[in-house]
């Protein structure tokens, strides 16, 4: 588990790094890795504009043969705007949002590495369109 103090873009744009090497560590398509990279950097981005104080955890994720990365942030807000998580939801795979009475939230989230390809699937071609030979 590696975790990042969040307190301005420059720690954003690290933690984004580091999450975007795992998923790749894990095999991570481009796609995927491209999609927890950008969840990871705009939900940190989203907390320093709000939060006193905000620390993110980065770690590999296995349940049930399935395996992922999890990322959870903590922060205590300044005022009465708390962070708007839900457009993450498109992102990833799991999302939850706690929220207790002293201004606290916990955001997590997790992307699966999906599953190889089955073999009855179409063999993609090894040029683009146009490149053939």
Request: proline share 2%; hydrophobic share 40%; net charge negative.
């Amino acid at each position: 588990m590696e975790t990042f103090l969040i307190t301005k873009p420059s720690d954003a744009i690290q933690a984004r790094e580091r999450a975007r090497e795992m998923a790749k560590s894990l095999g991570f398509g481009l796609v995927d890795q491209t999609k927890l990279a950008f969840a990871v950097s705009e939900m940190a981005l989203k907390l320093i504009a709000i939060a006193d104080v905000c620390r993110m955890t980065i770690d590999y994720f296995l349940k049930e043969e399935k395996a992922g990365i999890e990322v959870s942030m903590y922060e205590r807000h300044r005022n009465a705007a708390s962070v708007d998580a839900e457009w993450a939801a498109q992102l990833v795979d799991d999302l939850d949002v706690n929220r207790n009475r002293s201004d606290e939230t916990r955001i997590t989230f997790r992307k699966w590495r999906k599953a190889a390809e089955s073999d009855d699937c179409v063999p993609c071609p090894a040029t683009a369109a146009g490149e053939e030979e």
